[in-house]
């Protein structure tokens, strides 16, 4: 209901803006940008995909990890489809 | 079309989960450690499609709003009572937690002081800064993801050399609960949903113990309900196969050995200490504290708290209980008819991430 | 409760209380037990009023002055009456900047014109520095009536359109404010419902605005009066990139926030389809969707339920505490 950044929000969003230090930028959302630190992620790069909590981010996105699962499900869903199973 | 949410992929999702828990004669009961996957289970629904297909979850520990006991709440509320010219910063949902001496949000503050809402802990440091004339007390609870970045802030204060600024840290930390759970008998489970972001900054290991200790399969998940059902379905081939383990099924998050980076940043400003849980007492080593280098930022030492008193939840409140897992929101008599988010009786109903603010919110559709 | 508290002017179940409890009891008459947005009164006409106390005064896409206009005037379009006079009251703070003043009034002269609305009459008041937030307006709005909501005569099957995406108009002045640090392209969605007039001929039977508390709240009052359940397909609600992206990086729910220039109808069905057709011809309708029914396979009359976007469904509930102050 209310705007509460100390909640866990799973979206990855993209790194936008890296100040020289590398420690604050910009991430961006579907267009939203907001202020973001990664002193927790040394090396971060721009362009990549990062978690964010409570205004720093976390972690970054494997994306090959990323496509693998969306293959994973991909692949339970057209089991399910084939085996009918299925029943939306 | 987003797989992680659509109906298409959760139904063929938990189809497979109820191929697996049919031959069972009772559902499997998976406990959560973690607010945000309380909120997705029933914000989406997935509770009863979960019951329905053979599985029961259970909520436990996982808001740390919810098991900050109260001495710390009365501590903040005598600070900004009793300390002309102090700014006592916080996230909404701490201002309402209710306790004895009553809440932060209807606090009379003393002269010159006030209680401030912030977003982020980065906002409390830049309040210091543009208060010269006051101290401003950034009152913080949270796990292993928010720890990082509240650490942060008292040394990048500690470094400009802020005289303004102090943290007042409730600060938790996950795998210890856990063994606790498991040690007090208290709730049969048939497994763990790790809890996401937290496992991005300790990775899988702390959490070891529980398959080798006690046998019992595990999971970390992601907060999508495709990635819930994900790691559901790990726990039940866990139990298929007899190999209880701790599977990662958010491998594009977390990896193995967390954030090292994160952890760094922790051990150089907080150590261990024992603390003591709402609902679940006393746990050794399961906090964290600043260092003694730190203690010109820790509002405990800055302004001599007592945090060893001990405080007890309102009468009636059952919040310990809903924390330790041992009773659901709805059976408490309080809920829903005289607790509610408007009027409540314990931080479960307040905090966002609470067990009985979530299943308040999220209600289950009735069937007469 | 010993004191007034800001929940008291939020929209949610605390102010309908204080209604309902404080207010009804002591002035009761019929007319006002109903608790309508806009009374319909005798000669044919409908009355209503608002104040607006919106902060801050100006925010991408309008102004409180825009808002005085629209919001008056859409309580009456939703009560089934065309907009034809308001009353202005201004409350203004000394050492208010007289352009904000000044550009405060054009927009109120625009806004009116669009709306079809005439500004008969109107106050002026000034209080002391200090004593009032730079300006408060309230506006009183009659119309003619041409239609008689009724929720009471839904029928199974009846759908919930709602007239395009959610929650814009709170984002803007959440950001106007600058509490959260976010960068992001949202214009308040305030604007006139007029052109929704035409649809009491068309099949529609209920209107509503969807202001504080947002579709959600507004559902739940429509819940109420119908005597069926309202199943909400979550996966049909229109959401702008904007909101998706607040949702997404604060944690707010859309289904909550405040809007100041969309409806949600009632429709029959078979009406359906040419009243969402008519609707998507107005720049205002484009996006423009059936978001629900009415249906009782699942919950019970009075019940609000939602289809999420993974298939379950659960209660939706109305706006219980603040939320955010001073939206409108």
Redesign the interface.
Known sequence: ?????????????KVVELDPSGESG?VD???????T?F????GIELGDWV??????A??R???E??R???D???E??E???NDG???? | MDLFTHKTAISALLGKIKSLTRSRSSPIRVMEVCGTHTMTVHRYGLKTLLRESGVDMISGPGCPVCITPNEYHEAAIRLVTEREGLILATFGDMTRVPTRTGALQTAVPAPRSAVRVVYSPEESLTLAGKEAGKDVVFFGTGFETTIPSIALMARKARRAGLRNYAVLAALWTIPPPLRAVLESGEVRLSGFLYPGHVSAIIGTAPYEFVAREFGLPGAVAGFEPADILLAILSILEQIEDGRPRVANAYGRVVRPEGNPAARAVMDDILEPADAHWRGLGRIPRSGLILKPDYAGVDAVRKYGLDLAAGSEDLPGCRCGEVLRGVAAPPECRHFAKTCSPDSPRGPCMVSYEGACFVHFKYRDVGYG | MDKVSLELGSGGRTMRDFIARTIVPVLGNPRLRKLLDASHIPGGFAFTTDSYVVDPIFFPGGDIGTLAVNGTANDLVVSGAVPRFISLALILEEGLEWAALEKIIHSIRRAAKRAGVEVATGDTKVVRRGQGDKIYINTSGIGRVIAKPNAAAARLGDRIILTGTLGEHSLAVLLARGDFGLEAKVRSDCAALTFLLPLWKKGAIWMRDITRGGLATILSEMAAETPFPLVIDEEAIPLSKAVRAAAGLLGIDPLYLACEGRAVLLVREKDAARVLAALRKHPLGRRSAVIGRLDDSVGRPGELILRTTAGGLRLLEPLTSELLPRIC
């Open positions: 209901m209310g705007a509460e950044n100390s909640v866990c929000l799973g979206i990855p969003v910009k959302y579907l267009g939203t940008r907001v202020q630190g002193a927790l992620l040394p978690i964010v909590h409570a205004g720093f976390i972690s996105l494997d994306e990890e990323a693998e699962t969306l994973l499900l991909r339970i869903v089991k399910s489809e199973s299925f029943h939306p």
